[in-house]
């Protein structure tokens, strides 16, 4: 009898194991709401499989372009803005871009950045478009690739909302190396630099070594968000957010020193110091320091290496 009762609770644990296990996956799938499709690419032909939303209402509505993180693909991202997107009753796409970062055509090459403007152009015809709204998001690779197509994409975006995005590969790939994890070996594939470093090719993927298109862009937003401990408990050190922000703010033609995030107020948010706190917070997390030139911001809040996804539509201009 004692043998049947440890029996029936082992049976009633692994129930009940295997049931939070089930939840917790079907947490992280997809909207069942979320469409497939392709483009073809107009430079080498490839196929490049892209995910979306339609809108739910019948007038024109905001496009929001989710661009996925360096380890994923359109395919296999899960945390995903969908849900928040449709909840607004707004268009959403995930392009593909060319997967993965691991390999040449990845990685913000003219191909990458290529997919994704023609995801927008298939977006914008088949999709009921307000095309004064069309933004461009996204995390960590994603946030990387936000920066590049606020430099290249030859669409007009009202606003790009990059989270803890990469700006520089150079410094990265040794930011990488320190930490050692898998990055520094895919930064390599991805640049096609053999088994050191091309710095030259690294930087020709580098938005903080590209031209800011400063007359493009007078009328867009770009909000540049990264989480204080990013670094030490994430794979991105902030400094890559904060010196794009400074760049791209300085080609824009800033003058005032306050205006910049200096040197010191790097090296001490590097520290995680919270000297810099404003009292502020966005989506329950405090705001440790932020700064705007015109339509260019850049929150540094209490976290890590993540999107606060309902912030990221909220904040859209």
Known sequence: MQIKSV?????????LTISFLISENLSAQRPE??????????????SDVFYYVPAVVGDPQPLVVELHSWSNSSSSQNEILAQEVHQKGWNYILPNFRGVNNTVKACCSEFALSDIDQTIDWAIKNLNVDRKRIYIAG????????????MKSRHKIADFSAWCGISDLVAWYDQSLERKNKYGPEILLCTGSGSSLDVEKAKSR???????????RKKSFIQIYAGIHD?????????????????????????????????????????ESEQYSTGKSIQGRAVRFEKKYKNISICIFEGGHYILRKAAIEQLK
Request: charged share 20%; glycine share 8%.
């Open 139 to 150: 995390y960590s690779g994603g946030g990387y690739a936000t920066f590049a197509m606020f």
């Open 231 to 271: 670094g030490h408990t994430g794979s991105v050190p902030i400094s890559q957010s904060l010196l794009f922000y400074n760049k791209i703010i300085e080609d824009a033609g800033n003058k005032d020193p306050k205006v910049f995030a200096s040197n010191e107020e790097i090296q001490d948010l590097l520290n």
């Open 33 to 46: 709401y979320l469409r497939k499709d392709s483009i073809i690419s107009k430079m080498d032909g490839a």
């Open 206 to 216: 580098s938005p903080l070594f590209w031209k800011t298109p400063v007359k493009k």
């Open 7 to 15: 029996k029936t609770l082992c049976s009633l644990a692994i129930c």
